[in-house]
């Protein structure tokens, strides 16, 4: 009897241990997901989903790291609203609601300034394409000066070949000039194995290869993942769903807020979903956004997304 107790004893303990060492794999790990069920049925070698985690305390993220020190990101939001750039955002009145926020996040070129009725005025982090950055830097003061940057977080997301930083990125090379000419600009990229990550997302989600597919990941993309690590809860403004185009009497709108008269949102959506190579899978990626909305703390608003 005296063995069997000792034992059991043991077994005890050393699955004390191995509970312990999984926790501290979850908790430290920069991945926040478990593996489940994929969004379009696909069979993979293990069943992936995101799934919502217990909150934890604030961390610094070593996927984003400063210009040029190479510090990594330190942000933590109880409650962020992802502005769109979408038309929808036009006569909506949101922008108080936005501001009441504990952050706001906008993305690329996306201006506050003569729309603050409908998008808010506050920006505390805005997410940009490499593509997006030259945009930025014909405003410097707009976007980069003393007054506009002291409050903001800039993460920039960009292919290596742009992101580089050995001299040969045209775009990184750009953020160092910005950085000496702004030192007060807080600007944070994206690192390589981040953009692999959120490539390796995208597969798990869908199936598909990004690049043998010929698809370009979109910046609300890049939005959302980091916002699922940063931020305790997440409000969503103006952005469409994947149903949104087919519905009867949908809300034509300008594909961006603040192009009057530009391209249509939903001919842009058809446009890119459909190309053979190039395109923004802006419909596939709302479907997936549908899906984490049901494991994290993700509403959206105008228009509301019905989630069953």
């Known amino acids: 009897m005296a063995w069997m107790c000792k034992r059991r004893a043991v077994i005890a303990i050393s699955l004390g241990v191995a509970v312990s060492l999984l926790v501290v794999v979850v908790?430290?790990?920069?991945?926040?997901?478990?593996?489940?069920q994929p969004v379009f049925g696909q069979t993979f070698s293990s069943h992936w989903m995101f799934f919502r985690q217990p909150h934890r305390d604030f961390k610094p993220h070593t996927g984003y790291v400063s210009v040029p020190k190479q510090e990594p990101l330190k942000l933590h939001c109880e409650l962020c609203s992802i502005v769109s750039s979408s038309g929808q955002m036009l006569g909506q009145g949101a922008g108080p609601s936005i501001d009441?926020?504990?952050?706001?996040?906008?993305?690329?070129?996306?201006?506050?300034?003569?729309?603050?009725?409908?998008?808010?005025?506050?920006?505390?982090?805005?997410?940009?394409?490499?593509?997006?950055?030259?945009?930025?830097?014909?405003r410097p003061q707009q976007f980069l000066g003393a007054a506009a940057a002291n409050d903001t977080v800039y993460v920039v997301w960009g292919p290596l070949r742009n992101m580089r930083r050995d001299?040969?990125?045209?775009?990184?090379?750009?953020?160092?000039?910005?950085?000496?000419?702004?030192p007060q600009a807080r600007i944070y990229v994206t690192t390589e194995e981040r953009m692999?990550?959120?490539?390796?997302?995208?597969?798990?989600?869908?199936?598909?290869?990004r690049i043998q597919s010929g698809s370009y990941l979109s910046t609300g993309w890049f939005t959302l993942i980091l916002a699922m690590d940063m931020c305790k809860e997440i409000h969503?403004?103006?952005?469409?769903?994947?149903?949104?185009?087919?519905?009867?009497?949908?809300?034509?709108?300008?594909?961006?807020?603040?192009?009057?008269?530009?391209?249509?949102?939903?001919?842009?959506?058809?446009?890119?979903?459909?190309?053979?190579?190039?395109?923004?899978?802006?419909?596939?990626?709302?479907?997936?956004?549908?899906?984490w909305a049901k494991t994290h703390a993700i509403k959206f608003f105008n228009?509301?997304?019905?989630?069953?």
């Open 303 to 308: 228009p509301t997304w019905p989630l069953s």
């Open 236 to 291: 969503v403004y103006g952005m469409i769903n994947d149903t949104y185009c087919r519905s009867d009497g949908y809300r034509k709108v300008p594909y961006h807020y603040y192009e009057a008269g530009s391209r249509d949102e939903c001919a842009e959506y058809v446009l890119h979903e459909s190309a053979p190579y190039g395109g923004h899978r802006f419909i596939t990626e709302k479907t997936v956004f549908a899906k």
């Open 100 to 138: 009441r926020s504990s952050c706001v996040w906008r993305m690329n070129n996306a201006p506050a300034r003569g729309f603050e009725r409908d998008v808010g005025q506050r920006t505390s982090l805005r997410v940009v394409s490499h593509t997006s950055v030259p945009l930025l830097l014909k």
């Open 196 to 209: 692999n990550y959120c490539d390796m997302v995208f597969k798990k989600e869908t199936g598909k290869d």
């Open 27 to 36: 908790n430290y790990s920069e991945k926040p997901y478990v593996l489940l």
């Open 167 to 182: 001299g040969k990125g045209v775009v990184y090379n750009m953020l160092q000039q910005a950085a000496v000419q702004h």
